[in-house]
């Protein structure tokens, strides 16, 4: 009897993200086949088929590989929210319409597969553990600056999930209790200041204050429209209070990641997310002042603060990690 030898394994992906659902396919060896991304739809059902059809797809791709044709074995999901220590989504504020719900079990009977779920930064730090900017590293913090602030902590080579899962959440330290309304709706949280939400609440302060002309015409006078990327293309431009605003956020970036390295004592502080694409404008104001706020500074190891190095993909290629680390 002829018999088909095994195909390779292939291992997907997917990070479910506020805006962009993004999913990859890759080989044992972590080397990307196959990615695929989409708008991350309204509604449970909708994502719960979004998702489904993108493994769809990828299997597909990655089983129509040549020369060699590959075999999925299990799918990997990265979620901005808060999952529990058995994988079970807990809350998803940014993604209202799955907040709760618990969307494993519902994807393993419709795939047929194991299905395994963990924070998005989670699954970043996996990715930058495995092939990163952390891979050097035993001690290091990751966070994601974008819509708000993620993190993860990496513990002795390992991502550190807390006695329940939930720890690595420095977005909702309060720096300032009766400062700025976070998304939360606590008051002061560090994600209302150092995050892309927090850059643009830092220009309509100073704009309301009768500063930021050039930003005020931008948006016609409409406050409400203005956008992170509108500071930050001024400030390229040399706009002197654009950067100003700017020198403000790198200073509150750093303030936060001050106070997580006081907890912490990382060896290395890792950051991602939107807003890293702005790091030749960022970048160094936020070393600088983290060195200047850091307790001891001049009498401890220095904590060199870089850049991720999956880039937008970390998500998703940490979440193929997931099935293999547990
Ligand atoms: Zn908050």
Not at 15 to 31: E, F, P
Not at 95 to 102: A, P, Q, R, S
Not at 265 to 286: A, F, N, S
Request: with cysteine; hydrophobic share 45%; proline share 4%.
């Amino acid at each position: 009897m002829h018999t088909q030898p095994a195909s390779p394994p292939a291992f997907i992906g997917i990070d479910i993200g506020g805006t962009k659902t993004l999913g990859v396919a890759v080989n044992g060896n972590g080397d990307l086949l196959e990615e695929h991304v989409l708008p991350t739809p309204q509604g449970a059902a909708e994502l719960i088929e979004a998702v489904s059809s993108m493994h769809f797809e990828l299997s597909e791709r990655v089983a129509q590989c040549s020369p060699e044709s590959f075999e999925v074995l299990d799918l990997g999901i990265g979620i901005a929210g808060l999952v529990d220590i058995n994988g079970q989504l807990r809350r998803a504020p940014n993604l209202v319409e799955v907040d709760g719900l618990d969307i494993r079990p519902i994807l393993e009977s419709k795939l047929g597969i194991p299905v395994h779920i963990d924070n998005d930064v989670n699954c970043a730090a996996l990715a930058e553990l495995s092939h990163g900017a952390a891979a050097l590293a035993n001690n290091s913090l990751l966070v994601t600056l974008g819509t708000g602030i993620g993190g993860a902590l990496i513990v002795e080579g390992r991502v550190h999930r807390g006695a329940f899962g939930m720890a690595g959440e420095p977005g909702h330290m309060i720096i300032n209790p009766h400062g700025l309304t976070c998304a939360c709706g606590k008051k002061g949280c560090w994600e209302a200041y150092a995050s892309a939400a927090g850059l643009r609440n830092l220009a309509i302060d100073r704009a309301q204050n009768g500063q930021l002309q050039k930003i005020i015409d931008r948006v016609q006078g409409d406050l409400n429209k203005v956008a992170s990327e509108d500071i930050t293309q001024e400030a390229r431009r040399g706009d002197v209070q654009s950067l100003a605003v700017i020198d403000d956020f790198a200073h509150w970036v750093a303030l936060g990641l001050t106070n997580c390295a006081a907890l912490l004592d990382p060896e290395l502080v890792i950051i991602g997310g939107g807003l890293v694409e702005e790091w030749d404008l960022l970048g160094d104001r936020i070393r600088r002042s983290f060195d200047e706020l850091l307790l001891a500074s001049t009498q401890r190891n220095r904590i060199p603060v870089r850049p991720v190095e999956n880039g937008k993909a970390a998500g998703a290629i940490g979440a193929t990690l997931l099935g293999r680390q547990r």
